[in-house]
């Protein structure tokens, strides 16, 4: 994990709306990466134009879109379990060049006049694995180019960057086409790469110290899916997310069908209603730090709801261009503010050490939304219309903001995810190698009678953060000869799986093992004992002499058990 750098000296330090572009990384990759998404939007049109030329179908345009799409909901979680064991800046470095790459050769293929419609999609989802591979490592290096206090600001304005080439990029697009060609398009996509490329093979990040092997990619996605499962705050965004997506898509699916049945426009009208929309998302991103100081976490997640439920109802029943782009501003800046929020509170809810894996996790469910939604309100749209659609989706907005009176949002500020770091691996009588294992961990309590019932409550709470942290077959146990003996039970597959879980123990998990430590009534601290389980048949390889299992009082308090 690189370390964010101090910004320009003698600038105030309070966050503000444009305060994340003090930091000198972060301002070269942010302009970087809008040239870049200026790029893709070029490209998105000149690929969907030609695919109209060269192909009868219209399933065969539809399938250009769904081929960007696709590798993320394939391909993301690979990629952050990637982005979270290996270096982000080269992984990034790796999936720009690659696009580059492939850029260069469908500008060449379509300037030859070799290109089919196969042959475009087969492009057109390369670049999209290569996004796919980019966007976990590049999320989670925002954390890495500046410190926490300043990411929500730094989140928004990575989305504000990407909404200004979305509604800008079209446009100039379709002129590059039109002027030039297909090839062009995809030419000036391939340029567009070269920034990123330079910035992040110039960028020297001062990394931490890797004190463990690197997981396994299987393992690796294992423990991304098991984090987020066992992680309440974490799940309640991937929910809300996927239904914010849902709603939300209703907007910009629709909107070529606003301009030209709502409003009675053209061409001219949908770009205007790009840039309205547009236009709002840069007004979310700027107002958004000041946004923050006046509402939490859940508030503006449930007012960003209610304002797009708004924007989409207007847009449903209004016939002035105007109107319409006044409603569409106010939903572009609730798009901005909801989407960063989410990202944000994934970033600030998830140790570094698995944060890659879960903004993938989040990714996977808001594009995820977004697809559903997108494909439904096209179908009520056809088997209805316009207005019954857009007014559907303010429905499913309002229940979005409804959801939050029931699971809201975790409060940021609260939680501290650094690690601990106060875990030591112990010395053995029995040489133990990483590999060796299976490994069965028991901890032993003296509880007094009047206090079990807060023992079980806080071993609750224990149980979700061992599960959450790779431990296996988790249990609690009471000796029948004697009350007051409480055992702890659990197991991992390796003694390197048994260190890096209690590595991952962060100073807001802490309190469980202090309460803990404070409810044992014994002399000494909770007895530890690790040890090795072996089969039977296992016997023979082992010296009669060799004790098979490890224990060890644990007396230290800053030790957690």
């Known amino acids: 994990m690189a370390q964010p750098p101090d910004p320009t000296p003698g600038l105030a330090q309070r966050p503000s709306a444009l305060s994340a572009m003090r930091y000198p990384i ?19 049109v000149g690929a969907s134009w030609l695919m109209i030329s060269i192909a009868q179908s219209a399933d065969m345009v539809a399938l250009v879109q769904a081929s960007v799409a696709l590798p993320v909901m394939l391909f993301s979680l690979v990629a952050g379990a990637m982005a979270d064991n290996h270096d982000r800046r080269r992984m990034m470095l790796g999936a720009q060049v690659f696009m580059l790459l492939v850029s260069v050769a469908l500008a060449l293929c379509t300037w030859a006049g070799l290109i089919t419609p196969w042959l475009l999609l087969l492009f057109t989802f390369l670049i999209g694995c290569g996004a796919a591979f980019n966007a976990p490592a590049w999320q989670a290096s925002v954390g890495d180019m500046v410190p926490r206090a300043e990411l929500p600001g730094a989140v928004a304005f990575n989305s504000m960057g990407f909404n200004i080439a979305r509604s800008v990029g079209p446009a100039i697009g379709g002129a590059i086409v039109a002027a030039a060609g297909a090839a062009a398009a995809f030419g000036i996509n391939a340029v567009s790469y070269v920034a990123l490329v330079v910035v992040l093979a110039r960028w020297r990040p001062v990394l931490a110290p890797r004190l463990l092997p690197r997981e396994a990619l299987g ?87 209610i304002a797009f439920a708004v924007a989409a109802a207007v847009a449903a029943v209004s016939g002035w261009l105007l109107l319409t782009m006044a409603a569409l501003v106010l939903g572009g800046a609730s798009w901005v503010l909801a989407l960063s929020t989410f990202n944000v509170t994934v970033q600030l809810s998830t140790p570094r050490w698995v944060v890659a894996r879960a903004l993938s996790l989040y990714q996977m469910a808001a594009f995820g939304g977004m697809a559903l939604g997108s494909w439904l309100w096209g179908f009520i749209a056809d088997h209805g219309d316009v207005r019954m659609s857009l007014l559907v989706a303010a429905l499913v907005m309002v229940a979005c903001a409804a959801l939050g009176l029931w699971v809201p949002l975790a409060r940021l500020a609260e939680l501290n995810l650094d690690p601990l770091s106060r875990w030591k691996e112990p010395a053995t009588a029995v040489p133990v190698q990483p590999r060796t294992g299976p490994v069965v961990i028991t901890i032993e309590y003296l509880i007094r009678e009047e206090d079990v019932p807060a023992f079980l409550g806080a071993m609750a709470e224990r149980r979700r953060m061992r599960r959450r942290d790779g431990a296996r077959n988790w249990r609690v146990l009471r000796d ?21 879980h209690n590595s991952r123990l962060t100073h807001d998990d802490a309190t469980i093992p202090a309460q803990l430590r404070a409810l044992h009534c014994g002399p000494d601290g909770p007895r530890v004992r690790r040890m090795i389980e072996r089969q039977t048949s296992d016997l023979h390889t082992v010296p009669a002499s060799g004790p098979q299992a490890l224990t060890e009082p644990v007396t230290d308090s800053t030790r957690p058990t």
């Open 26 to 44: 972060f301002r070269q990759v942010w302009f970087a990466s809008a040239s870049s998404n200026f790029g893709g939007m070029i490209q998105s």
């Open 219 to 305: 393992s690796a996605m294992a423990a991304g899916v098991r984090y987020v499962a066992m992680s309440p705050a974490i799940r309640i965004v991937l929910g809300r997310a996927f239904v914010f997506g849902a709603g939300a898509s209703a907007v910009m699916a629709l909107m070529p069908l606003v301009a030209r049945d709502l409003v009675a426009g053209g061409p001219l009208t949908y770009g205007l209603l790009l840039g309205a929309f547009g236009a709002g998302a840069i007004a979310g991103a700027i107002g958004s730090t000041r946004l923050r100081d006046l509402l939490s976490t859940e508030g503006l997640v449930r007012w960003s709801c």
């Open 480 to 500: 029948l000869a004697d009350p007051r003996v409480w055992i702890e039970r659990y197991a991992t597959p390796t003694w390197l799986e048994y260190v890096r």
